[in-house]
């Protein structure tokens, strides 16, 4: 059972452009939604979390959207660049349970 | 911080084999996490341990995979005997509590 769904599996953008990938979840026990970002090579790095008492988390170009009713949240790649081509996998968890991951999405920009 | 050690980064094996992996987590985190990453299962999580503790291992696909936390800071996942569809890139993962996980750079295991 996929406890957290993601989508796209892959998207192409051209650079500046302003990706976005969607999450949904079903556990309303779920407090806590990162986004990873791995690069070819390399292990996945926390990129940006939100708890769901807020709709919606700034960090630089990256913002995640929250959307509690809907189980949603979705992460934008502002001014999208070459450099930000990477798999971008979005996770949950809920109380002491560990992670669960997305599958990823594979994300290209091009200039 | 050196971050989280795997050993080896790359590793080919011949199928029937022992293949043993390891990690050395964060000083002063608590939790350590074994994951396997596929293109089509995506990162499964095999083991997690709190304070060298075994936590949940219900995701260890078979009696073949076993994990160890001896100490601290080193821990192994073993799989004995080995088959191609092991071939996966395992992760470590450390973390303070359970918040943000810092990843290692993996394993790339192929068992021909």
């Known amino acids: 059972q996929q406890q957290v769904k993601q989508s796209p599996q892959s998207l192409i953008v051209q650079k500046g452009g302003i990706p976005i990938i969607n999450c949904a979840y079903e556990?309303?026990?779920?407090?806590?939604f990162p986004w990873y970002q791995q690069f070819p090579g390399k292990g996945p790095a926390l990129l940006i979390a939100i708890r769901p008492d807020v709709s919606e988390k700034k960090e630089g170009r990256f913002t995640i959207s929250f959307n509690k009713s809907a189980k949603q949240f979705s992460l934008h790649i502002m001014d999208s660049q070459p450099g930000d081509s990477a798999t971008y996998f979005c996770a949950a968890r809920g109380g002491n349970t560990p992670l669960v991951f997305g599958k990823g999405t594979r994300l290209s920009v091009i200039a | 911080d050196a971050g989280v050690i795997q050993s080896p980064r790359h590793e080919v094996t011949e199928m029937g084999q022992e293949v043993t992996l390891r990690c050395k987590p964060i000083?002063?985190?608590?939790?350590l996490f074994w994951y396997r990453q596929t293109m089509m299962r995506g990162l499964e999580l095999l083991i997690y341990?709190?304070?060298?503790?075994?936590?949940?291992d219900s995701g260890m696909p078979e009696d073949r995979f076993s994990a160890k936390m001896p100490n601290a800071s080193f821990s192994t996942l073993k799989i004995q005997p080995s088959e191609p569809r092991d071939s996966a890139v395992y992760f470590c993962a450390s973390s303070l509590g359970l918040g943000g996980y810092t990843f290692g750079s993996g394993t790339r295991l192929t068992v021909v």
């Open positions: 556990n309303t026990a779920f407090d806590y």
């Open positions: 000083s002063g985190h608590d939790y």
């Open positions: 341990f709190n304070n060298n503790v075994p936590i949940d």
